[in-house]
């Protein structure tokens, strides 16, 4: 089934805040969305993780991508996986290239299961559950703020079973531990920021509070022999893989006992079947999944069908904040502490695009 057109579309929808006095780094949700279409009239949507650099995505997507799938028989889901990534390693193999592909490739999915009749999860085989629980993964406040324990309370109220703060001190460590109790897993994401001998004192420091994992804690993210160092020495499990692209990054960091916890983007590590060849190599070599998915989009829901289908992640990252608009027709079912697994067709959800329409950036 020949493919016929290619659209990146690119939006920055305003975020809800809860707190007004602290400072606010998501006042926009930047993100590329795509639409596949193909000669039987159906559309396929994916989504391209694009944080910071929405133009810079969606020009990849139409100046990069778009040439190679246009005529293609978008059944062929690897050999156009293959050629996409074949046709572009010289403008880089990783970052904002694979971004592009990631999305694409969600949307050859989605269109394979629309073809099929069936939801995504349905598609790979089946579904361990289609209930799939779900972690609050709060925005970092400045360090000590109430916001810290306000959140974590609410969040703990709707039902979530498991907390992450994206704090650098332990006393801010301390202030979400005390709010939560002491059975509820509690994970520090460090957004890739100190050395491994730093990351050791503060691994430290910050265990006093019941560490669950502490979430890449050093630079650069693919410094697997510096993550080694810090997991071995402080005894502290360690997670990473957002910043790491196809299953080729993966196999080096758990070659190298880097974390116990890898954490593969969707939207970033190349797609669902890359996804999947991380979970693989995951399984077979002893590690943990946690996979990376604080967007709201395409992205988020494949993650869900992903979790669903393979049944390796204890929980769906959820970034802690609503956005102002919906961005599906239908909204996700979300019930204690749980999301279900959309049914419909392929991702099984459809973008509001009149509504996405009045948060369009121009410039993309």
Same mark, same amino acid.
């Given at each position: 089934?020949?493919?016929?057109?290619?659209t990146?579309h690119a939006?920055?929808?305003?975020s809800k805040?809860?707190?007004h006095d602290?400072?606010w780094?998501?006042g926009?949700?930047?993100q590329?969305?795509?639409?596949?279409k193909?000669?039987?009239?159906?559309?396929?949507?994916?989504?391209c993780?694009?944080y910071g650099?929405?133009?810079?995505v969606?020009?990849?997507v139409t100046?990069?991508i778009k040439?190679l799938?246009?005529?293609?028989?978008?059944?062929?889901i690897?050999q156009?996986t293959?050629?996409m990534?074949?046709k572009t390693?010289?403008w880089?193999r990783?970052?904002?290239?694979?971004?592009?592909?990631?999305?694409?490739?969600?949307?050859?999915?989605?269109?394979a299961?629309?073809r099929?009749g069936?939801?995504?999860y349905?598609?790979l085989?089946g579904a361990?559950s289609?209930?799939v629980?779900?972690y609050?993964?709060l925005?970092?406040?400045?360090?000590g703020?109430?916001q810290?324990?306000?959140?974590?309370e609410?969040a703990m109220?709707e039902?979530?079973?498991?907390l992450?703060i994206?704090q650098?001190t332990?006393?801010?460590v301390?202030?979400?531990?005390r709010v939560i109790?002491?059975?509820v897993?509690?994970t520090?994401?460090i957004?890739?920021e100190?050395?491994?001998f730093?990351?050791i004192?503060m691994a430290?420091?910050m265990?006093?509070?019941?560490?669950?994992w502490?979430e890449e804690?050093?630079w650069p993210?693919?410094?697997y022999?510096g993550?080694a160092?810090?997991? =071995?020495?402080?005894g #502290?499990?360690? *997670?990473?893989?957002e910043?790491?692209?196809?299953?080729?990054?993966? /196999?080096? @960091?758990?070659d190298?006992? =880097?974390?116990?916890f #890898?954490?593969? *983007?969707?939207?970033?590590?190349?797609g669902?079947?890359?996804?999947l /060849?991380? @979970?693989?190599?995951?399984?077979?070599?002893?590690f943990e999944?946690?996979p990376?998915s604080?967007?709201?989009g395409?992205?988020?829901?494949?993650?869900?069908?992903?979790?669903?289908h393979t049944g390796?992640?204890?929980?769906?990252e959820?970034i802690y904040f609503?956005l102002?608009?919906?961005l599906?027709t239908?909204?996700?079912?979300f019930?204690?502490?749980?999301f279900?697994?959309p049914?419909?067709?392929?991702?099984?959800?459809?973008?509001?695009?009149?509504?996405?329409?009045?948060f369009?950036?121009?410039?993309a």
């Amino acid at each position: 089934m020949k493919i016929t057109d290619l659209t990146a579309h690119a939006f920055a929808v305003p975020s809800k805040r809860t707190s007004h006095d602290v400072p606010w780094v998501w006042g926009r949700a930047a993100q590329v969305y795509v639409e596949l279409k193909t000669e039987d009239g159906l559309v396929g949507i994916g989504e391209c993780f694009a944080y910071g650099v929405p133009q810079a995505v969606a020009a990849a997507v139409t100046h990069s991508i778009k040439p190679l799938v246009m005529g293609e028989d978008a059944r062929q889901i690897a050999q156009l996986t293959h050629k996409m990534f074949q046709k572009t390693h010289l403008w880089g193999r990783y970052g904002v290239t694979t971004f592009a592909i990631s999305g694409v490739e969600m949307a050859l999915w989605d269109l394979a299961g629309k073809r099929a009749g069936k939801p995504l999860y349905e598609l790979l085989g089946g579904a361990a559950s289609t209930q799939v629980p779900a972690y609050a993964s709060l925005v970092r406040y400045p360090e000590g703020h109430a916001q810290i324990e306000i959140d974590a309370e609410r969040a703990m109220g709707e039902g979530y079973t498991m907390l992450k703060i994206h704090q650098v001190t332990a006393e801010s460590v301390g202030m979400a531990r005390r709010v939560i109790g002491p059975d509820v897993p509690l994970t520090v994401d460090i957004n890739c920021e100190w050395s491994p001998f730093r990351a050791i004192e503060m691994a430290d420091a910050m265990n006093e509070y019941g560490l669950y994992w502490l979430e890449e804690p050093v630079w650069p993210p693919e410094d697997y022999a510096g993550l080694a160092q810090v997991q =071995a020495t402080s005894g #502290v499990p360690l *997670s990473a893989g957002e910043n790491w692209c196809t299953d080729w990054q993966f /196999k080096q @960091a758990m070659d190298a006992g =880097a974390v116990t916890f #890898v954490q593969p *983007s969707v939207t970033k590590v190349g797609g669902i079947a890359e996804w999947l /060849k991380v @979970a693989h190599l995951a399984r077979v070599s002893g590690f943990e999944m946690a996979p990376h998915s604080p967007y709201f989009g395409p992205g988020f829901v494949a993650t869900l069908h992903l979790i669903a289908h393979t049944g390796q992640p204890r929980w769906v990252e959820r970034i802690y904040f609503d956005l102002e608009v919906p961005l599906f027709t239908e909204p996700l079912s979300f019930a204690g502490g749980s999301f279900s697994v959309p049914q419909g067709p392929g991702l099984g959800i459809e973008l509001d695009w009149k509504t996405l329409e009045s948060f369009r950036l121009k410039d993309a």
